[in-house]
């Protein structure tokens, strides 16, 4: 039973707080005007041009825009010829699309549980779950923190005597595949290195409540690959995302060069010059969002230092978080105390959210024979996990009432034995 939340704190000074409203200004309005202003609406030069943008800020050679992580994610493992037969392992504590993009390309999904108190996979799991038919790793930068990826390494290194590559690209790498899930991570450092250019290839989300936005899309980077070109990996995904057409609109609109090829039956996942035109007015102000993020941060740590709760660490000596959500634990609680925790900020006008319910829970993946039985390390920390609200339309007071409520909450939100873990 919990007792209801006191009169006062109901109607003094209550505000409506949203979970992740986009943060866009002018500068992306008037980009956008820009564009449609131009005549040229889909992939174009504005496209070309975040995608030049991104691959300076993310220290890489090069980098594709495309309508979504997804579709980055599931290209990439198209790109490495990855097909049936093949495994690819990645996290049971994750959004569906980084495994259900294994699915799409016909592989066999394989997910590791995550470390006991940690969001992150357990990287012993992880080294025991490859097998010869392991292509590709698809670690997960949750909540903007990027994993461990000096372990991830050690790991495909030591089993490198166990892979089997399947073609030319695979041959290339002579090991498994890391391919960073980073929806949540553009902006992010580990040690020293930008989220882009520490895995083999980097999938990146902006939608409508990254950080980072273009409405829909996203774009995926890769480092250089010895014996391979940039230009090659570049035209595949090209290929991939524009139905296997040889030319894009952009190439046939030059006098006389109509003609081109279809090479093979592929996709329509481009991004187009309207979507890009938001990313680049987004990344005249990204250095100041990713500030303003990190002041939240900071102001919610130190605000909830004496309650009971442990929050995720964003920053340390050797990484920085792109700081897009702000995960915290209701210690020694359940998922009934968690809800009503949610129901009660809710009432206070604060939208909270679960980061994330681990995919076994899911009935498609319980259709594909996973049970969150098998997952007791992500399940104990799904169960008392609660999001607090991280973007940059926050003021300083909007933050210190959100810390106010949930103390309050959960002083008042009382749990019997039921709720305790």
Not at 16 to 32: A, G, K, L, M, R
Not at 130 to 159: H, Q, S, W
Not at 184 to 196: L, R
């Amino acid at each position: 039973m919990s007792k209801p939340i006191s009169p006062s704190i109901l109607t003094e000074g209550r505000r409506n707080i949203p979970f992740s409203p986009p943060d866009i200004t002018d500068i992306e309005i008037n980009e956008v005007v820009d564009t449609l202003k131009s005549g040229w609406i889909t992939t174009g030069p504005k496209t070309k041009l975040l995608e030049k943008k991104i691959a300076e800020f993310t220290n890489t050679s090069m980098a594709v825009c495309l309508n979504s992580a997804t579709a980055a994610m599931e290209l990439t493992l198209r790109v490495l010829g990855v097909g049936p037969g093949d495994e690819v392992i990645t996290s049971a504590y994750t959004y569906t699309a980084s495994a259900s993009v294994i699915d799409h390309v016909g592989a066999k999904i394989i997910l590791v549980d995550t470390a006991e108190n940690s969001f992150q996979m357990d990287y012993e799991q992880l080294e025991k779950a490859i097998t010869p038919n392991t292509k590709v790793i698809i670690p997960v930068d949750l909540a903007g923190v990027m994993c461990d990826y000096d372990k991830i390494f050690e790991i495909v290194e030591r089993r490198r005597s166990n892979f089997h590559p399947n073609n030319e690209l695979q041959e290339a790498f002579g090991r498994v595949v890391v391919l960073a899930d980073a929806a949540h991570s553009f902006g992010a450092t580990y040690k020293g290195k930008q989220s882009g250019e520490v895995a083999d290839f980097t999938s990146f989300s902006f939608h409508a409540v990254k950080n980072f936005t273009t409405g829909e899309g996203g774009a995926v980077t890769w480092r250089d690959i010895p014996g391979i070109e940039n230009e090659y990996i570049y035209k595949q995904y090209m290929l991939l995302s524009l139905h296997g057409q040889s030319k894009d609109a952009l190439a046939k609109t030059k006098l006389g060069a109509w003609e081109y090829d279809i090479v093979s039956p592929a996709y329509k996942c481009n991004m187009t010059d309207i979507v890009a035109s938001i990313g680049l007015g987004q990344m005249e102000r990204y250095p100041l969002i990713l500030e303003r993020r990190r002041q939240i941060i900071e102001k919610y740590n130190s605000g909830l230092i004496d309650c009971e709760v442990d929050v995720l660490k964003h920053y340390g000596d050797n990484f920085s978080s792109s700081g897009h959500l702000y995960l915290v634990r209701l210690l020694d609680k359940d998922e009934e105390y968690r809800n009503k925790v949610i129901e009660k900020m809710a009432e206070l006008g604060i939208a909270t959210n679960v980061h994330y319910k681990p995919l076994p829970m899911h009935t498609a993946y319980k259709k594909l024979g996973f049970d969150i039985k098998d997952y007791p390390n992500a399940f104990d920390m799904y169960r008392n996990e609660i999001t607090l609200p991280l973007h940059t339309m926050l003021s300083d007071e909007d933050v210190e009432y959100v810390i106010k409520s949930l103390d309050r909450v959960l002083k008042e939100v009382v749990s019997d034995d039921s709720h305790v873990g």
